[in-house]
């Protein structure tokens, strides 16, 4: 696949998680997106990571997962991540509806990635000293590219931004 070609694929699926993501619980709780970064050989995933969010952020790391299972477990671990509230559903119907979420979201991976099945998936709980936001990072890092589906938590960062506001 030409650059772009997957540029396009990255983008339907950052347009899929964030679709999804809003209606995981009120408006605003919750969002992901989807991005590549590019990787030198032998550096940790966590570099690439931390520069693409400006310095003033301070972003670390509380977690990190090799899933040994690489692809196959991504499917089964972003299943949370894309349907989190759903009070109007079942247990049932909400293991279906995320199933099928994750299935079309490996879907749009699988194109990403091509041929290219070598490679390393990280889950990793990030942190960012300027927001209350839980982030959670999926990294499947190829030869020289990192495709990130991060997901956040924003219920804090809300919280917090209406008691900084309600204190003017």
Request: charged share 25%; glycine share 6%; net charge neutral.
């Amino acid at each position: 696949m030409d650059r772009l070609a997957r540029e396009k694929e990255i983008a339907r699926l950052d347009g899929l998680l964030n679709g999804v993501s809003a209606f995981s619980g009120k408006i605003r709780d919750y969002s992901a997106f989807s991005y590549l970064l590019e990787i030198e050989p032998n550096v940790s995933v966590e570099l690439p990571l931390r520069k693409f969010f400006t310095p003033r952020a301070n972003l670390t790391f509380s977690g990190s997962e090799h899933l040994k299972g690489g692809i196959r477990d991504l499917e089964h671990a972003i299943r949370h991540y894309l349907v989190r509230d759903a009070s109007y559903a079942d247990a049932d119907s909400l293991l279906s509806l995320q199933k099928y979420l994750s299935f079309r979201v490996m879907e749009l991976v699988s194109m990403i990635l091509g041929e290219d099945r070598d490679v390393e998936v990280l889950k990793m709980v990030g942190n960012f000293e300027t927001s209350a936001s839980e982030s959670v990072f999926f990294c499947i890092r190829m030869k020289s590219t990192v495709l990130v589906l991060q997901f956040n938590n924003d219920i804090n960062f809300k919280r917090q931004q209406l008691g900084l506001a309600g204190n003017k």
